[in-house]
């Protein structure tokens, strides 16, 4: 690694905890407020929105300084139109989850800007060329193949942060255990692409520059604009020069599975999937449960850092089969979880049980 990567690393942690708090008081500027409501807004005082303005704009600025005055981010398989199209669809969602934040947009737009962004990912040329065959080689993907997996896969990553932001500090500790997973893989022998561990390096700094202001008791929220962000910038990492999807998926296996389970009980229950709003994700049941904001982010921290270990330690086919432990134990626990919460939710009242 050379000498000088700290400094850009550095750059967007202290750049982030500075603008963070001049987003937080656009936010106010601007009425972008989130107040609490006794249901899935749990949070003792209004909150301003726009946090993770400070996280983007640190990060497209040290990264764009970085890319003027070296080749390190370019000297590899990641190209200029990678980047076009990457800041192209941080583009979309920021601009995107600001008009979301101040004026309560309809889901069905916000959805649609995720579309936008992980499309424009794609025509930049980010896509899974190949996939790792677990017992060796590799897949190779046909052109169309490769670009709808990546979108597909761009797609998913975004949302699965967008429905984690729910307790203070969460998605964006586990996007920069990612991002920090992802570049540690990247420097490996077995693969070393600095430059995508350069990138994922800025970003973790970027995300924990931030953190500062966004831990329990939060002083910022993250906002529309920086939930998705950050799970599209993790889907991008891992796939925009050679898959790590397994990495990425180890480290968000149970926010993962988190969505997928509440995807499948909204669509049996004959509901939008993506419009319906619940207390069923698992951190929320957490919080139910009596558990402490930062206790919940701790909890999934430790879990998601020792799953992400294992793609540093583990060979291909180990990978695969600690990916399938981690879902069926997984599942089974957030099944249970959803059991106790059901069972607490009824309470006795003058002798009477309600719900």
Known sequence: MPIWWPFPVLAAFLFAAWFTPVARWLAIRFGAIDCPDGDRHLHKVPTPLFGGLGMIVSFFLV???VLATSNALTSGAITVWHFVGFFGGMGVLTVGGIFDDR?????KYLL???V??????????IDVAKMTNPFGGAFVLPSILASVVALVWIFSMTITTKLLDGVEGLASSVSAIAALMIAALALTPTYFQSDVALLSLIFAGAILGFILWNWYPAHVFLGES??????FTVGVLSVIAGSKMATALLVFGIPAIDVALVVVRRVWAGKNPFTTADRRH???????????PWMVTVIYGTVVTMFGITTLVFERWQKVIVLAVLTVFSAIGIVLLARH?????VKTLDGRSVL
Do not use: E, P, Q
């Open 282 to 292: 698992a951190h929320l049941m957490l919080r139910d449960a009596g558990l402490a």
């Open 226 to 231: 920086g939930s998705t962000v950050l799970g």
């Open 341 to 345: 919460t059901a069972k607490n939710a």
């Open 116 to 125: 936008i962004a992980s499309v424009l990912a794609v025509l930049g040329g």
């Open 103 to 107: 004026y309560k947009l309809s889901a």
């Open 63 to 65: 990264t764009s300084i």
């Open 112 to 114: 649609g800007f995720i």
